[in-house]
């Protein structure tokens, strides 16, 4: 079992591999022989990011961690410009950040190359919304492939560059969560020479104002290019090696699966032992290829569409179904559910329905069962980290405002605050929102409010952001909250990476796959702009960290408080690897006196309540040795034991 | 002989090596010459929370998620997560299971119940119709050298379950490929104890 970034780069043609959708993206990327791959990490597409920072100096490839999905996609951008073969990615949401740059540069098309993967999350598993890009795509004008398994999404990687190439136009790898977190067995192909001897590849960008400026006069020649464009990729798309048809080729029914559904359509048809159906894989969800969807309609009396999410290749066969006259019956979204992510008990569900036969298993039975077994089964949400200086800095701030406040949050690890016992995030938008929002809140809390109504009904605003979504997007909130004279109070939560994706770094870490850049540290950043209070605290030091805090509620204006202390997780990985060891605590079982302090406002999960004895206990082997709890115990229970833990 | 379609659902609390388990059997199959698909949890839900893996292999496998009712084997690294999933497993199914619970934050604070392991058992037994392999696979973790071996140990009592595709042997020689060299030795002690640990429960 070699390591996966090793076979990611392994010069073995013809070796099969278990590897995760995501890094099979990247080895598809690879043999393409990319250039230049900048993205800003977010679930699930960040381990396709994460395996390219790791072998892209070997395979001379330049990559980078962007602040955010908008700044990544011009980077690639301007390479595939350039000649290059460039690829962003980004999850979903990630798109609406790039959005701009996107819907205004698509008439312009590429050079080299050009591959947006988005991949997004059904269910939201790790996000804020459900959203398709395949809609994106439509809306653009910009051809999505979506892979079935993860050697597919490898190969499609590959094929996608070449599209790209081919039109001159950008191209969009849709995956979701259970390709990009899919493993599967991955065939390796050739890898190009230049990958092989690490040579990083240069472009030529030559200049032509009328492509590359988007004044009107120029933009409005691009919207007729692209039509013209994308209804050649429909073309294109009749012949293309990700779509298919399969299945009794004298069957009255059929059903169409695009992407991933084709997984769910397969293990489905199998379990229901259904044979004299025709399949139409599709791997090109936007657009369909019509000549391709004619060969597969010819003699069939009724159809059914499996699609995760949008009805988009409905609305696309429907369409072209009306224009054509044809009157069969087509279902889709009227026996396949439109919300959350596709399974195969979803698939089997609708085609049985579709087939009028019964389905496999009784799931009554299996629902009614399973239910009563919940009824015992315990909610277990995640939770911060044992040790996460974050579940301090919320203390601290929670201490601080008397637990008064108004605590709008961001995206990141500490949203995870919203839980009790911290209950400490009252809202949550978007990457960067919580800045812009704290100022709204403020405008609207206390509005006209004359001087001394606002000192005795002021309602304190504390917002909590991220050191990698500060840089995201919270720069401009923030300037934008000063220059307005907003009244409140900014935590950076700054554990100096970006945790929630997997440790990534960003400028508040100044550390870059390749070594150090440079490093931007947030109470700078604050000071230029101008904020009224800065000062930086360590949030494993709580009295210290609630005295600033207070502090800086007390200045009228925008205060920034960094409250720095290393991601907990981050950095007990690193002391495992390096075999080191650190403190862990006990509980004084003379001194507890049961005040459940430490559960009911701390709530580190380290510690748990010992029914028998109504005392506080540490699970040693959670326990992460910050001495938070230590801290806040009015009675001084926790202690530190000598010998530490590996 | 090669089987057609083989289900393992692997749960646990975020931290537990979830993933990592799951990953020593997914090449176990695929040096076993299967066809594999595998699914996990990343990014938020690791933290601390339920984590669910699947693991499938054989010559018909599609999707990376294990169907409901569909499961040949829950392998449990904490009791109550096994008891999460158990709509995945097929009637006649296996529960192998670490009963060492890890108490939720909200059980801590009375806001919800942590149940006995007798009424989880009896759920598995009667309702289920499935068989439950339970032992404190923390205890032997920690008796071989290291608790972080708990995966190991539950990897090992896997392994000799009836009808189990995959043979023991080399199992554990993807353990021993996959875990860092000073780690070796505890690691095959906490396979031969969850070996052990299963054959004196199924009486082989």
């Not at chain 1, 690639?76 to 690829?87: D, E, F, I, T, V």
């Not at chain 1, 007390?554 to 690897?577: D, N």
């Amino acid at each position: 079992m070699a390591k996966v970034t090793d076979m990611v780069l392994w010069d073995k043609p013809g070796e099969k591999v278990l590897l995760l959708g995501n890094q099979a993206i990247a080895r598809g990327a690879l043999e393409a022989n990319i250039a230049v791959y900048a993205a800003y990490p977010g679930t699930p597409s960040s381990e396709l990011t994460d395996t390219m920072a790791i072998v892209a100096k070997k395979a001379g490839v330049y990559m980078e961690y962007s602040t955010n999905e908008k700044v990544a996609f011009e980077t690639a951008l301007a390479a595939a410009w350039s000649g290059l073969r460039a690829m962003t990615a980004m999850k979903h949401v990630g798109l609406n950040v790039a959005a701009d740059t996107f819907l205004s540069s698509v008439g312009m098309g590429v050079e080299g190359g050009f591959v947006i993967m988005v991949a997004d999350d059904p269910s939201m598993w790790s996000s804020q919304n459900e959203q398709d890009t395949r809609v994106y795509g439509k809306f653009a004008n910009v051809p999505v492939l979506e892979p079935s398994s993860p050697h597919e999404a490898k190969e499609m990687t590959e094929y996608a560059f070449e599209l790209s190439e081919k039109f001159k136009h950008f191209v969009i790898l849709r995956t979701t969560t259970r390709t990009s977190h899919a493993r599967g067995d991955v065939v390796l192909g050739e890898l190009p020479e230049e990958i092989k001897q690490g040579k990083r590849k240069f472009g030529k960008f030559n200049k032509d104002p009328n492509r590359f400026v988007d004044v009107p006069a120029n933009a409005r020649k691009f919207h007729p290019i692209i039509l013209e464009k994308i209804e050649k990729i429909r073309e294109e798309f009749n012949n293309m090696p990700f779509n298919w048809i399969e299945g009794d080729e004298s069957a009255k029914v059929g059903i169409i699966a695009p992407g991933l559904a084709y997984a769910y359509v397969k293990e489905a048809l199998h379990w229901l032992g259904v044979e004299n159906v025709k399949v139409l894989k599709l791997g090109t969800p936007f657009p369909v290829p019509y000549g391709l969807l004619e060969k597969f309609m010819d003699g069939l009396e009724k159809v059914l569409i499996v699609e995760e999410l949008e009805p988009v290749v409905e609305e696309q066969v429907k369409t072209w179904a009306y224009d054509r006259g044809l009157r069969i019956p087509i279902h889709g979204k009227d026996l396949v559910p439109r919300v959350y992510e596709m399974t195969t008990r979803r698939a089997v569900t609708a085609i049985a329905k579709f087939l009028g036969i019964d389905v496999p298993l009784d799931y009554g039975e299996l629902d009614a069962k399973y239910n009563k077994a919940l009824e015992i089964v315990p909610p277990r949400p995640p939770s911060l980290c044992p040790a996460c200086p974050h579940r301090n800095s919320f203390y601290a701030i929670k201490k601080a405002t008397r637990a008064r406040g108004i605590y709008p949050s961001d995206i990141g690890c500490y949203t995870l605050g919203l839980l009790p016992p911290l209950n400490a995030v009252d809202t949550t938008v978007a990457m960067g929102g919580s800045i812009g929002i704290a100022h709204g809140l403020e405008i609207a809390q206390h509005g006209s409010m004359s001087e001394e109504q606002r000192k005795k009904e002021k309602k304190i605003i504390v917002a909590t952001i991220g050191d990698s979504t500060f840089y995201h997007t919270g720069l401009p909130a923030l300037a934008n909250a000063i220059y307005n004279r907003s009244n409140i109070l900014i935590v950076v939560l700054d554990n100096l990476v970006t945790a929630m994706t997997g440790d990534q770094p960003n400028p508040s870490t100044g550390q870059t796959p390749h070594g150090m850049g440079k490093r931007i540290p947030i109470e700078d950043v604050a000071k230029a702009m101008g904020a009224d209070f800065v000062e930086v605290v360590d949030p494993y030091d709580t009295k210290k960290t609630y005295e600033v805090m207070k502090k800086a509620l007390e200045v009228e204006g925008v205060s920034v408080v960094v409250s720095r202390q290393v991601c907990a997780l981050y950095k007990i990985g690193q002391m495992r690897r390096r075999g080191e060891k650190w403190p862990i605590y006990y509980v004084d079982e003379d001194a507890c006196t049961g005040c459940k302090v430490c559960i009911n406002a701390y709530g580190c999960p380290a510690i748990y309540w010992d029914e028998e004895r109504k005392q506080a206990r540490i699970e040693p082997s959670m326990c992460w040795g910050c001495g938070g709890c230590a801290q806040i115990c009015p009675f001084g229970a926790f202690k530190p034991v000598e010998e530490g833990e590996e | 002989m090669k089987v057609k379609e083989y289900n393992i659902v692997i749960a646990g609390v975020g931290g537990q090596g979830v993933l990592t388990a799951a990953n020593i059997l997914g090449w176990a199959a695929l040096h076993a010459g299967y066809k594999v698909r595998m699914g996990e949890v990343h990014g938020m839900s690791q933290r601390f929370g339920s984590v669910v893996s699947y693991v499938r292999f054989g010559e018909e496998v599609y999707g990376s998620m294990v169907p409901e009712g569909k499961g040949d084997v829950i392998l449990g690294f904490e009791p109550v997560e096994a008891l999460r999933y158990i709509n995945h497993l097929r009637q006649g199914g296996m529960v192998v299971v670490n009963t060492k619970p890890i108490v939720p934050v909200q059980v801590s604070m009375g806001k919800a119940r942590y149940p006995e392991i007798d009424e989880i058992k009896k759920i598995v037994e009667e309702d289920f119709k499935a068989k439950w392999i339970g032992f404190n696979a923390e205890e032997l973790a920690i008796k071989a050298g290291h608790v972080v071996t708990t995966n190991t140990v539950l990897i090992g009592a896997l392994t000799q379950i009836p009808e189990f595709p995959l043979d023991a042997e080399h199992v554990r020689e993807v353990i021993r490929l996959s875990v860092p060299p000073k780690a070796v030795d505890i690691n095959m002690k906490a396979f031969d104890l969850g070996i052990e640990a299963a054959k004196e429960i199924l009486g082989l």
